[in-house]
């Protein structure tokens, strides 16, 4: 039997920061690289790119070296066999001056050193501030493969000079996140009280005068003077995600007397324990765009809140649009929708399924094109 030869992959991006949405995209990333290379005849040996490494490694059974600390990155590239930037929102400049330069420099040490360098779903901006493009594009010619995640961040890169032919557009990475084995079996103790639909709910800190999270409250209290809920909600990022749920639940005055249920999932950042959650519920209301992504891809129905941009362009391939944005959310249309999806929930399912379908085998088209790109290579 022949052993399949190594290839190391380096993996740059939002990593061991416990964010869950960002935990999924890797988990995503590393699941898609073992199952593709194995199809290829290879084994994929990767190192992450994270700030908190030793966790990295206990979380994923891989190697990880400290993303800030520039020596041990330069050895870990030069010993690899290249680069993998993604998945996520890592090139943009809404969150400051020094995200687009740290993400694009990682990419240009390994271009130094000669690694072929691949692209891997990225959501690319908002990008505001003109002197970066020239850099972007720069680096990005010199790359052995383009993806990002929706066609707006194509169209983006195609306005700073880069050829649309060498994008390809594909799905969010986490739309291919598996189902931690047994997850089907799994009944968490109090999530189900009796036979009330559950409907999952994820929120966050946005609008500064909370705007938002209290018209979502007063939807969901509508909806549970229609019809008897449980309410989960599932904090994506903590503990800021916690603290906003709490902030919701103190203002749904009167829904438990009325029969209805409130519960919160236990903490966690590993995203498969929190895509179970996500897959026994009935329906979700989401702000964060990878609840948004879990409940699709366990074909969930689901409403999406947008805060960016991001929301809207993954809403529209499911050809949907939000329920209401961070400044304006008409709660009796919130419980409207929330009631119509518990009550039509196969229809939801059946008139989206084959988009569904389509999203998760396109999830992989990366990691095949890298397994690809190596096979041939070697």
């Not at 790119?49 to 030069?78: C, F, N, Q």
């Not at 996140?177 to 103790?189: D, H, K, Q, R």
């Not at 909370?210 to 509508?222: P, W």
């Not at 939801?348 to 379908?357: F, G």
């Amino acid at each position: 039997m022949v052993t399949p030869s190594v290839t190391r992959l380096v993996i740059s991006g939002y990593y061991g920061f416990r964010n869950s949405g960002d935990e999924a995209v890797l988990k995503s990333i590393l699941t898609a690289l073992e199952e593709e290379g194995a199809r290829s005849g290879l084994r994929i040996e990767p190192i992450v790119l994270s700030i908190d490494p030793e966790w990295t490694t206990s979380m994923y059974g891989v190697r990880a070296v400290h993303r800030m600390k520039l020596g041990e990155v330069r050895r870990a590239l030069k010993e690899s066999d290249g680069l993998i930037s993604g998945g996520g929102s890592l090139l943009q400049d809404a969150t400051g001056m020094t995200t687009i330069p740290y993400y694009l420099g990682i990419i240009k040490i390994a271009q130094w050193l000669k690694k072929p360098t691949f692209i891997y779903a990225q959501g690319v901006g908002p990008v505001n501030r003109g002197m970066f493009h020239p850099f972007i594009k720069g680096i990005f010619r010199k790359c052995s493969y383009i993806s990002v995640r929706d066609n707006e961040s194509a169209q983006l890169l195609g306005t700073m000079g880069l050829s649309r032919d060498k994008i390809e557009v594909v799905p969010d990475p986490v739309m291919g996140l598996p189902l931690p084995e047994g997850a089907e079996m799994i009944v968490n103790s109090g999530q189900h009280e009796g036979d009330l639909p559950v409907v999952g709910i994820s929120v966050r800190y946005w609008n500064t005068e909370r705007k938002e999270l209290t018209q979502l409250a007063a939807g969901l209290t509508a909806l549970a003077s229609l019809m008897r809920v449980h309410f989960r909600f599932l904090p994506f990022h903590l503990p800021g995600d916690d603290e906003a749920s709490r902030f919701v639940i103190d203002l749904m005055k009167g829904v438990t007397t009325q029969g209805s249920v409130i519960s919160v999932a236990p903490e966690t950042v590993n995203p498969q324990e929190m895509l179970a959650e996500v897959s026994r519920c009935q329906a979700l209301i989401g702000m964060r765009l990878h609840s948004l992504i879990y409940a699709a891809s366990q074909r969930v129905p689901l409403l999406g809140i947008s805060y960016d941009p991001k929301i809207d362009h993954f809403l529209a391939r499911l050809g949907s649009v939000p329920v209401g944005t961070s400044d304006q959310l008409d709660p009796q249309i919130v419980a409207s929708e929330l009631r119509s999806l518990l009550l039509e929930g196969e229809a939801w399912r059946s008139r989206n399924a084959s988009r569904i379908d389509t999203l998760k085998q396109e999830a992989r088209r990366p990691a095949e094109r890298i397994a690809e790109f190596f096979k041939n290579r070697g």
